[in-house]
C-alpha cells in the first residue's frame, strides 16, 4: 500500500494593496485547492490595539490566539483538499511571534512598488508605515528562509499581470503541481472562503472574474509621511526585485 502523499501547503506572503485577493481566487478556481483568507489578522489586531475598519468584527470571526491559529495551519487541510494556499500578510508576523512554523509551508512573496502600495493605502488610512505595508517582513522572511536553503520564489504584482499565465505556471513547477488554466478566470461575486472584512475592502475582486491588466499609475504627490515610507521602502523592494521570478510573455 502506498503512502498517502502530504497536502502541499503554500504560504503567500503579501502586504496589503497587493492582488493578494485575485491570487487567492485563481487559487481556489483550481478544484483542488482549499484557501484561508488572513488567518492571523484577527491575532494581528488583538495584539496590537490597532484601529482597522471592521476591526470588531474580525476579532469576533477569527482566533485571537497566534499560537493557536498558528496550529490550525498545520493540522488538517480544509475539505480534505490536496492543496492549501494560505494567503497572509508579512505585517501579521509581529516582533517575537514564532517564526520557526514557517518552514513547515511552500512560501512565496507577493511584492509591489511601494509608492503605488503606500498611494493605495493612503486612500484608506489616514497614516501609514513600512512596517504596516510589509517590506521589512518580507524581507526577513526571504533572509530567514534563503539561510534555511529554501529561498522563496518571489512574484512581482507587475510584472504578473503583464503575464499571469506564464507566472502561475512557473510558480506550480516550483512547487511540483500541475498548472490549470482554470487558475486565470473564476466566477464573479463574493466567496464564502471571504474574510469578514471583505465588504470593506473586497468590491473590486467581487466585480472580477479574472485578474486585471496592468495600468501605468500616475506619479502620485504623497503627504510628506507617505513620501518618507517610500522612500525607506525603496532599497527593501529593490532587493526583493531583484530575485523576482523571470518568466517570459
Known amino acids: 500500500m502506498s503512502t498517502p502523499k502530504p497536502p502541499l501547503r503554500i504560504g503567500m506572503w503579501s502586504g496589503p494593496r497587493n492582488i493578494s485577493t485575485a491570487m487567492?481566487?485563481?487559487?481556489e478556481n483550481r478544484g483542488d485547492c482549499a484557501v484561508s483568507d488572513e488567518p492571523l489578522y484577527a491575532a494581528y489586531l488583538a495584539a496590537t490595539g490597532l484601529e482597522h475598519p471592521m476591526r470588531e468584527e474580525v476579532i469576533a470571526a477569527g482566533d485571537t490566539d497566534a499560537a493557536r491559529a498558528i496550529a490550525s495551519l498545520l493540522g488538517s487541510v480544509p475539505d480534505g483538499q490536496p492543496?492549501?494556499?494560505q494567503k497572509h500578510m508579512a505585517h501579521h508576523l509581529l516582533p517575537g511571534m514564532d517564526r520557526?512554523?514557517?518552514?513547515?509551508?511552500?512560501?512565496?512573496?507577493l511584492i509591489r512598488?511601494?509608492?503605488e502600495v503606500v498611494a493605495s493605502y493612503l486612500k484608506a488610512r489616514e497614516t501609514v508605515t513600512a512596517q504596516e505595508i510589509g517590506l521589512p517582513q518580507q524581507v526577513e522572511l526571504f533572509a530567514m528562509l534563503g539561510a534555511a536553503g529554501t529561498p522563496p520564489p518571489i512574484i512581482d504584482a507587475s510584472d504578473?499581470?503583464?503575464?499571469p499565465e506564464a507566472h502561475l505556471r512557473a510558480l506550480c513547477e516550483?512547487?511540483?503541481i500541475a498548472y490549470t488554466p482554470c487558475m486565470l478566470h473564476w466566477p464573479a461575486g463574493p466567496r464564502a472562503s471571504d474574510g469578514v472584512w471583505a465588504p470593506h475592502w473586497y468590491a473590486k475582486v467581487w466585480q472580477s472574474s479574472g485578474f486585471d491588466p496592468p495600468h501605468t499609475v500616475e506619479r502620485t504627490l504623497l503627504p510628506p509621511q507617505g513620501e518618507a515610507v517610500?522612500?525607506?521602502?525603496?532599497p527593501l523592494y529593490a532587493q526583493l526585485h531583484a530575485h523576482r521570478?523571470?518568466?517570459g510573455g
Not at 24 to 27: G, K, V
Not at 100 to 109: D, E
Open 24 to 27: 487567492m481566487r485563481a487559487w
Open 83 to 85: 492543496v492549501w494556499y
Open 100 to 109: 520557526a512554523w514557517i518552514h513547515g509551508l511552500h512560501n512565496v512573496l
Open 113 to 115: 512598488e511601494p509608492r
Open 230 to 234: 517610500v522612500a525607506e521602502c525603496r
Open 160 to 163: 504578473f499581470l503583464r503575464a
Open 245 to 247: 521570478l523571470r518568466v
Open 174 to 176: 516550483r512547487l511540483g
